[in-house]
């Protein structure tokens, strides 16, 4: 499991979300809305505002929320027009990092952004220098103690999964194809076994283990592009032990 898979689950368990909940509502209604704008309002056809919608509601966000994003992304409400980017780059470490961004002024993100890299002991990159090592995948999180390990992976890769990850200390990682992550997410629900978390996602190919040293600076840098107002989603390679993980998020 991904280091920064692993970050994420601890801080959801820690309520740092939650503290943060206008944001993540911000965030979610740029994704319905650009989601929509692409592939049209109706979920049932659209998988990726499917996904945003199903995210949106696991955060309990009003109803009302969600249906005026959607009427944004079709024009059937005036809204802001975002434009889609993604930057690239390196943290402490060597780790390879890609930011999935939705902004009305690329000037002032990019600049924020590279700002960000610097400041943390990273660096900007030109597209391509690090893309190659991602692959979409569809990501499923469970938390160890909803579900035996090998339930699960009998259960997942029956439903079409491509992979189950299981050495992580605090969850599973249930890896889907694109096409295969709506019928392996029911399959789990219809088994009543609790999801944490399910996304789209970007799946490094090389992982990288940062030390004890450069762990601070890393998670840092993550945070500190995930706070971003025009950060979508970050996706990282790093991997770093638990124990460290969980004494840093003390």
Do not use: C
Request: glycine share 10%.
């Amino acid at each position: 499991m991904s280091g920064h898979s692993k970050w994420a689950t601890i801080k959801r368990k820690k309520g740092a979300k939650d503290a943060a909940r206008g944001k993540v509502f911000s965030k979610l209604i740029k994704e319905i809305t650009i989601a929509a704008r692409h592939g049209g309002g109706d979920p049932a056809g659209n998988p990726r505002l499917r996904t945003a919608i199903d995210a949106a509601k696991a955060e309990n966000m009003p109803g009302s929320n969600i249906d005026r994003a959607v009427k944004r992304g079709t024009g059937e409400l005036e809204g802001v027009t975002y434009e889609e980017i993604t930057y690239e780059g390196y943290g402490p470490g060597g780790i390879a990092v890609l930011v999935e961004v939705a902004t009305d002024n690329k000037v002032r993100t990019v600049g924020e952004i590279r700002h960000m890299f610097s400041k943390n002991n990273g660096n900007m990159a030109e597209a391509g220098a690090v893309s190659w090592m991602f692959h979409s995948r569809g990501l499923i999180v469970v938390d160890r103690s909803a579900v035996g390990e090998e339930k699960l992976i009998d259960l997942a890769l029956e439903a079409g999964a491509d992979d189950v990850l299981t050495e992580g200390s605090e969850s599973f990682e249930v890896l889907t194809s694109l096409a295969g992550f709506e019928k392996v997410k029911k399959a789990l629900e219809a088994a009543g076994i609790p999801v944490t978390s399910a996304e789209l996602s970007k799946v490094a190919s090389t992982m990288v283990a940062v030390d004890e040293k450069d762990a601070p600076g890393v998670l840092r840098l993550i945070d500190a592009l995930e706070e971003h107002d025009d950060v979508q989603k970050v996706f990282a390679n790093f991997q770093i032990a638990d124990e460290v993980l969980t004494r840093l998020a003390g």
